[in-house]
């Protein structure tokens, strides 16, 4: 059975002081009030933060990821982070992706592959991005979107890599916008994601293949989208930035 899982994404949000204070109250949490030992937490705070957060959590029971990495191994690449530098201080798992890191950076299908299989050759978890803007599900080209950055990217993986990745649908339309996707939208795209696995790798990688939603997932919609058959779960932006509103987010299966 496919794990279910809340990853939270802090962006770039908190100074190290604020982290250190919100993860600890996190794991305080974790430990007291969550209940399912099966539901996967993920917690990804910015770079600076990376190595004290991963010694005051309790490894066993929060994954400690990054929020993005390098297309480059290592070298004269200034201001740059190495999947290899992230696994030397705990990290477990890299957001990739991120419809921010597209449009801000300019992070093309090409790029991201590079990124993909440079953390997987460094034993690390990728989360995988992917999303449509508003235009393009006002045009209905939604579909055809999220089936190239997948096609481009994960399908250029061998079925072993490939199962390693975690995929997060984010429309981009709902991404700190307070809108957010009906689970019946969620569901839906979901459902078109896992089938188009379905076709690239046979229904049983697909059945066991995490599919996040990310998109203004809060604790007063969680429940309902979680609820979906084919939606395993969230990548959490802003509510991620309080402890009480993401372990709501966490019981809600």
């Known amino acids: 059975?496919?794990?279910?899982?809340v990853a939270g994404n802090w962006k770039m949000h908190t100074c190290i002081e604020e982290g250190v204070?919100?993860?600890a109250e996190i794991n305080s949490k974790v430990k007291k009030e969550v209940s399912n030992q099966e539901t996967g937490i993920i917690i990804a705070p910015p770079f600076?933060?990376?190595s004290i957060i991963g010694?005051?959590?309790?490894?066993e029971r929060i994954c400690i990821a990054a929020q993005n990495c390098s297309s480059e191994p290592k070298g004269a690449f200034t201001g740059e982070v190495s999947a290899k530098m992230l696994k030397s201080f705990g990290v477990k798992a890299v957001i990739l992706g991120h419809s921010e890191?597209?449009?801000y950076y300019v992070e093309?299908?090409?790029?991201?592959l590079k990124k993909v299989n440079l953390v997987l050759e460094n034993d690390l978890k990728p989360i995988f991005c992917c999303g449509e803007k508003l235009e393009e599900r006002e045009s209905k080209?939604?579909?055809?979107v999220v089936k190239s950055q997948i096609e481009q990217v994960l399908f250029n993986l061998d079925v072993e890599n490939f199962s390693k990745c975690i995929i997060a649908y984010e429309p981009v339309w709902a991404i700190g916008t307070g809108v957010t996707a009906s689970s019946e939208q969620a569901q839906e795209m979901h459902l078109f994601i896992r089938n188009l696995i379905v076709e690239k790798f046979g229904k049983e990688i697909s059945e066991n293949i995490t599919i996040l939603?990310?998109?203004?997932?809060?604790?007063?919609n969680s429940k309902e989208l979680f609820s979906k058959p084919d939606v395993d779960g969230g990548l959490i932006g802003g509510a991620s930035l309080d402890a009480d509103d993401f372990i709501a987010i966490i019981n809600s299966f």
């Open 48 to 50: 600076t933060h990376l």
């Open 1 to 5: 059975m496919r794990k279910k899982i």
């Open 101 to 103: 890191r597209r449009a």
């Open 141 to 144: 080209n939604h579909f055809n």
């Open 21 to 23: 204070i919100l993860a």
């Open 108 to 112: 093309t299908n090409e790029i991201l």
């Open 55 to 59: 010694q005051i959590v309790d490894n």
């Open 213 to 220: 939603y990310g998109g203004s997932c809060k604790p007063s």
